[in-house]
């Protein structure tokens, strides 16, 4: 039985390459798991880009093929890749939620002639692995920085930084770091706690001890920023008038429903809220929320994806269908458009996301539902991680 | 295969050695026939194959200790991860791209990892034996977080670039060199660890697992024993580790992992613990279902797998090859 | 300076304290959560991987009766309780009953593959968000201790496991099915040669166990929110707490989670980055110094 | 004769309770002793204490003229003192064939080697069918020993011990659990030991005692109240009185 199946798989990968009109993507994602989510929301962003451009481009039919890669095991990751561009005969390599995924398969790219659209992963430092790879999502230090100058004008002299103790973590507390430090401000302390974190009490004495007018906290989406913002409420330090700060990461939307009332008023800053009030956003939700299914799952990866869709079709239009990742590369470089989060563009140097970041606060509905509520700009922000790297 | 292990010889002395001498040799073909089936009949899979073998030798090596010397431990990846870890660090940091250098440098570093664990480790029984092999490995997770500057921490170790095999084979983008490379390695393994279960010492753990008070009575020393196949197991564990490093060019936290360590030990479960056969159809049983599931349906296939682990235990308590040895000596004796 | 040293001490006993107050809160809802699983291993000699399963289960069940319904938290509860057994029973039968006396390895695969299908089924039926169980208003917001606040639901928490802890102890030492439960232990055959019906003690020992997770992963959501992942993320926590105690020993558990909540928050206090290498380190010291656990009992 | 085996002024108490007192005993090569006792004079203490699994509180243990009262237990074995179990203890998935081997390459030191097959030794395939012969258990040789019967298991286990070349031996009841019809094939193999090797035997069964043993020691309450010869033995007081208390006079006197 079990060869029949393998004979049954053999036939489907042949007849899989018969199609030459066809152009495949590839997308890796964390579509089970603790991860699952965000791997819904890859999935959401590309099918509400194709119900809204259609799958094709000029004549090429466009299908994705979507691999699975619940947490971050590059192994797995390099592995399901080489399977894509030799099994599937993908065109197009996107998705990538976590950095290493995204690290494993940058060797692959120039020996297949695949380009690669990281739709999530925020390490400075994947652009530079290889020039085939473009970024339409964001960086730790893209969304960190800013907040740095926020806290300065809204005259906090004192931040205490606390992070998890991991690569986006670590990443975050630099950006803040430097930025905060260069803008006159002061670091009283940095706490770097471990992932595994459940009771967040004793980081919250740690917080008063320190003295600090603002914490600038970092943590991976998901259920630890439950348990986060909850402490944050109840040892009394919103009350003693200590701000919070951080990324968006913290007060994604589709934790929000979770961290309710205990999130109000928490300030963030990010590319993207679903809130974001413009025409192409509103198209985007509604095609967006139509392909998740439960609205309030809605969430910022899905807007990387959507903007990846967009390159990638760029890139084929420009190809003509012929696959030339350098050509498909060079001719995103510089490219700009609206997007759902505002105005962006690719760097050409870099092949990163040069985009708006957003002061977000935490608000109240009408309908009693939270969500995040622009209140200030940064224009076209490149992603300042890049220089630190050099 | 289940056939050739149940022929057990009948006659004591010289007589019986060329028959466990054709079992070996046979297992052995029936190993590279397998492996020349997978890469004929999935050329586009080789990368999945790869990291099967990879896992393989993993799995082989928790065998060691688990099925060989009764040792349970869930954190067996501290010993593959170490062996990724040091050949992907010589590689980065100090230069070392020849493959069969890096394989060297990983199998001595899953060793050292194996001292380290096992000195532990051995220290407890039972219950308290997973308690302190699940903290080894944390620790060791944790270590290789906060030494970022030569792990790469959460982001991964990245920029590992072996040289051709030999100075010939290319590492290339269908995984070709990485498979040969990796049935290579693993047959070694399979020998060395075959004629090493079968040595003297090999006798010598087996009976540890079974009565290590008889084993004390006899003058043998159970803990220096055992942490020698400690040390065996994590050259074993390093290679795979390695070979892993190899393969992908990354190095990742997860090689380190409580969950790596645990699916392990499910493969092994699985295929059935004792026997090194047992290991290898695990782990290609466990992977290859598990492949097949999520691509058939990404997003919920951990319900068939678990619904498959609880099949096994229901219907094959000894796992797959250690049922079906069972099911065909039983079958020989009704028929005679 | 008499005053400003006098100041200092001050504070120093004022982290003290409040170090040790959540010290206390988190080791007791650890306690309420591990306790079943200690039963269950310790009692009924079944490594069993799936607990966390149980109390996701439960955590789910109250979710849904408090979010959808729109039940009290005290219904909730008792509905979610009752829910998990009535989940977890035809389980026991059917597949427990086929691993007591089992390999080790052998029950560590079968709880393994029940918890993987537990997650895959919980995130099928309430998709992968995060649940949360709305407290009542009493045990919302701060209580002031004077020198600090505390959350009330850990009050609320540490009241629970001191409840759990006394009614167990009072199950197991004073009532007729305790004696029961311990012959069985000691001896199965022996005990149902004396008409004691094993397989009816053991069947009622699990449900309580199943009860106690369902009763911790309700109590401790605010710390362990329920999410799919839930059954294995915190696994390992169980499993190490429980072992540190002494499976099947209630003081010991207790002791444990103190103890390991006192490392574990300390640690996280003094040197956050290294607080994994506290958990752990202690743990193995704990480990080689008292193998059976802190109190388990000898075989 | 130098003694191989002295015991001097062994004590040992668990809390107030002394399990040992002040007990010594001397063997010769080729001696054949039974050590006996009422159930709780302190047998298996001694027999832990003797092999370094318990530490006594003071007094020495002397392997042919060395002091071993601090060795390990594994140290005392590789020095020549072999112990068999009451309850055997032997590896069920294991044959005969590979115990004796096992138990031969352990003595000559070659456990270690990570290659090779025993079965490719000579030396040791000699050794171990001699054992086999001597102990009748050739026919069985490459059977599973958990499918051999109970008294082939008994007989294996004093070839194990036999395997080890021991100076002593200890026997913890050899004849324990074996079926009536099996016991004269025990008490042969117990008959064909060694001459030179010195034999401590501990056992319940009189009869067995009285055919094997050339001296009897008896032990009560932890301390040795007689040391002399079988024939002795039943005629004296303490021993009889240690065994049946208060009836001792009574039978005699019927």
């Known amino acids: ?390 | 295969m289940a056939a050739i292990e149940t022929t057990s010889s009948a006659k004591p002395g010289a007589a019986a050695r060329p028959n466990w001498l054709m079992r070996d040799l046979l297992g052995l073909a029936v190993i590279l026939a397998v492996a020349a089936i997978g890469y004929f009949l999935f050329p586009n899979n080789l990368a999945l194959l790869t990291r099967i073998l990879g896992v393989a030798l993993l799995v082989l090596s928790i065998d060691l200790v688990t099925g060989f010397c009764g040792v349970a431990t869930l954190g067996h990846a501290a010993l593959f991860g170490a062996g990724a870890y040091a050949s992907g660090i010589a590689a980065v940091h100090f230069g070392i791209t020849d493959p069969l250098l890096m394989v060297v440098v990983g199998a001595f570093g899953g060793a050292v990892a194996g001292v380290v664990s096992g000195a532990v480790i051995l220290r407890g029984h039972g219950l308290a034996q997973l308690v302190l092999s699940i903290a080894v490995v944390h620790l060791f997770h944790e270590a290789a977080n906060k030494a970022s500057a030569y792990t790469g921490g959460s982001d991964g170790l990245s920029g590992i670039a072996p040289d051709p095999v030999f100075g010939l084979f290319a590492f290339d983008l269908w995984g070709r060199t990485a498979y040969g490379f990796a049935v290579a390695l693993v047959v070694i393994a399979f020998v060395v660890l075959r004629l090493i279960t079968r040595s003297p010492f090999g006798m010598l753990c087996r009976g540890i697992k079974e009565d290590p008070i008889r084993i004390r009575a006899m003058g043998a020393s159970v803990q220096g024993t055992l942490l020698k196949m400690y040390v065996i197991s994590g050259a074993v564990a390093g290679v795979g580790g390695a070979l892993n490093a190899i393969s992908t060019q990354v190095v990742g936290l997860d090689s380190l992992s409580f969950t790596l360590s645990a699916e392990a030990l499910v493969m092994l479960v699985l295929g059935g613990t004792g026997s090194l056969y047992g290991a290898l159809i695990g782990t290609v049983s466990f992977m290859w279902f598990e492949d097949f599931v999520s691509a058939a349906n990404p997003f919920h296939w951990l319900t068939i797998v678990g619904a498959l682990l609880i099949a096994v235990v229901l219907f094959a308590p000894r796992g797959l090859y250690g049922t079906a040895l069972a099911l065909v000596d039983r079958f020989r004796r009704t028929g005679k | 300076m008499p005053d400003a040293s006098g100041l200092l001490l001050d504070h120093t006993m004022q982290t003290v304290l409040s170090v040790g107050i959540d010290a206390l809160a988190y080791g007791m809802v650890l306690f309420v959560i591990s306790i079943g699983l200690s039963v269950t291993m310790g009692l009924m000699r079944v490594v069993n991987l799936a607990h966390g399963a149980f109390a996701m289960i439960g955590g789910y069940i109250a979710s849904y009766a408090t979010q959808t319904l729109g039940l009290g938290y005290g219904v909730a509860i008792l509905a979610a309780v009752v829910g998990t057994i009535i989940i977890a029973v035809p389980v026991e039968r059917f597949l427990y009953r086929r691993i007591y006396g089992a390999p080790e390895l052998t029950q560590v695969l079968m709880t393994i593959g029940i918890t993987f299908c537990v997650i895959g089924i919980a995130n099928y039926v309430f998709g992968p968000t995060l649940k949360t169980i709305p407290l009542p208003e009493a045990l919302r917001g701060p209580v002031d201790l004077g020198f600090r606040s505390i959350a009330a639901h850990k009050l609320f928490a540490i009241a629970c496991g001191v409840a759990v802890a006394g009614a167990l102890w009072y199950l197991i030492e004073r009532t007729s099915f305790g004696v029961k439960l311990r012959a069985s232990v000691d001896n199965a055959a022996m005990a149902a040669s004396l008409g004691v019906r094993t397989r009816i003690v053991y069947a009622v020992s699990f449900a309580v166990a199943v009860g106690l997770a369902a009763f911790g992963g309700i109590v401790g959501a605010e710390l362990l929110p329920i999410e799919p992942y839930y059954a294995l993320r915190y696994m390992v926590t169980f499993l190490v707490v429980v072992s540190v105690g002494g499976a099947g020993s209630i003081p010991g558990a207790l002791l444990a989670c103190l103890l390991l909540g006192a490392i574990d928050t300390t640690g996280r206090y003094l040197l956050p980055e290294y607080g994994e290498f506290f958990f752990y380190l202690a743990v193995i010291a704990i480990v080689c110094v008292f193998p059976r656990g802190l109190l388990g009992r000898r075989s | 004769m130098t003694a191989v085996f002295q015991v001097q002024n062994l004590n040992k108490a668990f809390g107030g309770l002394a399990v040992t007192q002040d007990v010594s005993i001397t063997m010769n090569p080729g001696d054949r002793v039974a050590l006996i006792g009422p159930n709780g004079a302190g047998k298996t203490t001694f027999v832990n204490l003797v092999t370094g699994h318990l530490e006594p509180d003071s007094g020495k243990v002397l392997l042919g003229g060395n002091d071993v009262t601090s060795l390990s237990p594994t140290l005392r074995v590789r020095q020549g003192l072999v112990r068999s179990f009451q309850v055997t203890r032997l590896f069920p998935d294991m044959t005969p064939e590979e115990h004796l081997a096992l138990a031969v390459m352990q003595r000559t030191g070659r456990t270690g080697a990570i290659f090779g097959h025993y079965q490719a030794k000579p030396d040791v395939m000699a050794e171990v069918a001699e054992l086999l012969r001597t102990l009748g258990l050739d026919h069985i040789a490459t059977r599973k020993v958990a499918e051999i019967a109970y008294g082939q298991q008994r007989l294996l286990e004093i070839a194990l011990a036999l395997a080890l070349r021991p100076k002593v031996l200890l026997l913890d009841e050899p004849a324990a659990g074996v079926p009536q019809s099996d016991t004269p094939r025990i008490e042969a193999a117990l008959a064909g030991l060694p001459a030179d090797l010195a034999v401590l035997m501990i056992e319940h069964d009189m009869d067995l005692v009285f055919r094997f043993a050339r001296r009897v020691i008896v032990l009560a309450a932890g301390a040795i109240i007689f040391d002399g010869s079988p024939a002795d033995v039943t005629r004296d007081a303490r021993v009889r009185e240690a065994y049946l208390g208060s009836y001792a006079n009574d039978r005699s006197a019927a």
Do not use: C
């Open chain 1, 1 to 390: 039985m079990k060869k029949s199946v393998l004979a049954a798989l053999a036939v489907l990968a042949l007849s899989g390459t018969a199609f030459a009109d066809t152009i495949k993507v590839g997308v890796v994602g964390p579509f089970s798991g603790p991860f699952a989510i965000q791997g819904k929301n890859f999935k959401a962003g590309i099918d509400a880009w194709i119900a809204l451009n259609g799958a094709k481009v000029g004549d090429d039919d466009i299908e994705i093929v979507y691999r699975d890669l619940p947490a971050a095991d590059p192994a797995q990751s390099k592995a399901l890749a080489q399977e894509l561009v030799v099994k599937e005969g993908v065109q197009y390599l996107a998705g990538f939620y976590f950095t290493p995924d995204a690290m494993a398969v940058t060797p692959l790219l120039e020996q297949a002639n695949v380009p690669l659209v990281v739709m999530n992963a925020a390490t400075s430092a994947i652009v530079t692995k290889s020039p085939l790879v473009v970024r339409t999502s964001f960086t730790t230090w893209q969304t960190s920085a800013p907040m740095a100058r926020v806290a300065r004008e809204r005259g906090v002299k004192k931040v205490i930084t606390v992070v998890s103790d991991y690569g986006p973590g670590v990443d975050s507390e630099n950006a803040f770091k430097t930025t905060f430090t260069a803008e006159g401000g002061e670091i009283v302390d940095s706490v770097r706690m471990p992932l595994s974190t459940n009771d967040f009490s004793p980081i919250m004495q740690r917080v008063k001890d320190s003295g600090a007018d603002a914490v600038f906290a970092f943590l991976p989406s998901g259920p630890t920023t439950l348990g986060f913002v909850k402490a944050y409420n109840e040892n009394g330090l919103a009350k003693a008038g200590v701000q919070f700060l951080a990324p968006g990461d913290l007060t994604q939307e589709s934790d929000l429903p979770a961290l309710g009332e205990a999130a109000s008023g928490l300030l963030t800053t990010f590319h993207y809220a679903v809130s974001h009030d413009s025409a192409e956003n509103k198209t985007f939700v509604e095609a967006a929320r139509k392909a998740i299914g439960n609205p309030a799952e809605l969430s910022f990866p899905s807007v990387g994806a959507y903007d990846g869709m967009h390159v990638i079709y760029k890139m084929i239009e420009a190809t003509g269908g012929e696959q030339d990742a350098q050509k498909a590369v060079d001719a995103v470089k510089g490219l700009a458009w609206e997007s759902p989060r505002g105005p962006v563009s690719i760097d050409a140097e870099s092949r990163h996301i040069t985009q708006n970041i957003y002061l977000r606060e935490v608000a109240k509905a009408e309908d009693g539902t939270f969500y995040n509520k622009e209140i200030a700009t940064f224009e076209k922000q490149g992603d300042p991680g890049l220089a630190a790297l050099k």
